[in-house]
């Protein structure tokens, strides 16, 4: 018998699962099973191709070279299965079941929030997932999870991904108004070095080289998990750091938190991209979340933030370069 008449789209998924996740157990929780009904997947899997995918003699499984090229192949195949099954929907006009969306936890989340209510309002069945993010961690979780959409920082698309810009970021350098920081006027990067410096760390689960532009070189640095807690970090004088605008504006316009006066510029500016993957259609609801988000204004920060680079002299380019950081 050929062995290739035992094989089932639902064990290459299987199998995807398992790489992605990096254990049985991790899988089945994924996959909402039992791990044995993914052990046995797997089994039935090799049995009928006559191959060892893993290698079992270690503490985890891992992959036979065998093992890789047939999950090589086999995401090939879930991939054009997932086509045609989006294509025949799209022939019958139907929503697509599942729609799954990573974005950059520095975003506003307000214009997000308002695409997705119109979405609801055409009382679409899709089962929509949003994940946030931070840097690398957007793009990583956006292939690991293989999601429909993301809004990702510094990139803008290559050859297997189509990016279209959104509006700007603008990134401010403030601390509490009572910071010693602000004593010391017009402050240089070794200045700044002295005091705690605030950041939100890259989400992204495997080490990576050097992402962000923002280090201000302190030797103390606390590292939290989102904006909001170095929002209310900065609001108690923990430290300094760099925050977006959009969510810093109130405290600015109180004077709770002030500017640092930052000879390199108080301000950085990111550019944020609507990505999806190319020649992979979008279905029914991802295309009209697609159309919401690049069609909403920008917001007052973003305006000015892009006003403000439009008015910028270039700048002249020098030897020395910032150092960087994955976090910021």
């Keep these: 018998m050929d062995p290739n008449e035992g094989l089932t789209l639902d064990q290459l998924r299987v199998l995807d699962a398992v ?94 929030m308002r695409a997705l209510r119109h979405l609801g309002d055409r009382a679409a069945p899709t089962r929509v997932q949003l994940a946030v993010e931070y840097l690398g961690g957007v793009r990583e979780r956006f292939e690991r999870e293989r999601a429909d959409l993301m809004v990702v920082l510094d990139f803008a698309g290559d050859e297997h991904h189509i990016a279209e810009p959104l509006p700007p970021i603008e990134l401010l350098l403030v601390a509490r108004r009572d910071h010693p920081v602000h004593a010391a006027g017009p402050v ?26 923002l280090s201000l070189g302190s030797s103390q640095i606390f590292r939290l998990s989102d904006f909001h807690s170095k929002r209310e970090a900065l609001l108690e004088g923990v430290g300094l750091g760099w925050m977006p605008r959009h969510l810093i504006e109130r405290d600015l316009a109180r004077g709770t938190l002030r500017r640092i006066d930052f000879r ?51 700048k002249k380019k020098t030897g020395a370069s910032r150092p960087t950081s994955r976090a910021r």
């Design 19 to 112: 790489e992605r996740c990096g254990s049985f157990a991790a899988a089945a929780t994924q996959l909402h099973r039992v791990t044995s009904a993914v052990s046995y997947a797997v089994r039935a899997l090799e049995e009928g191709l006559g191959l060892a995918l893993f290698d079992r003699s270690g503490h985890r499984a891992a992959l036979t070279p065998a093992g890789r090229r047939i999950l090589d192949e086999g995401r090939l195949l879930l991939e054009r299965a997932r086509e045609l099954g989006q294509l025949a929907r799209d022939l019958r006009g139907e929503w697509e079941p599942t729609l799954t969306l990573v974005v950059d936890g520095i975003l506003p989340m307000t214009p997000l």
């Design 188 to 213: 240089a990067r070794a200045d700044l070095a002295a005091h705690v410096e605030l950041s939100v760390a890259d989400s992204r689960r495997e080490d990576a080289p050097p992402l962000a532009r």
């Design 264 to 314: 390199e510029g108080p301000e950085h500016v990111f550019h944020p991209h609507l990505v999806h993957r190319r020649g992979v259609p979008l279905g029914r609801a991802a295309r009209a979340l697609h159309d919401e988000l690049r069609a909403l204004p920008p917001t007052t920060a973003s305006a000015e933030a892009a006003a403000k680079q439009m008015k910028a002299p270039a």
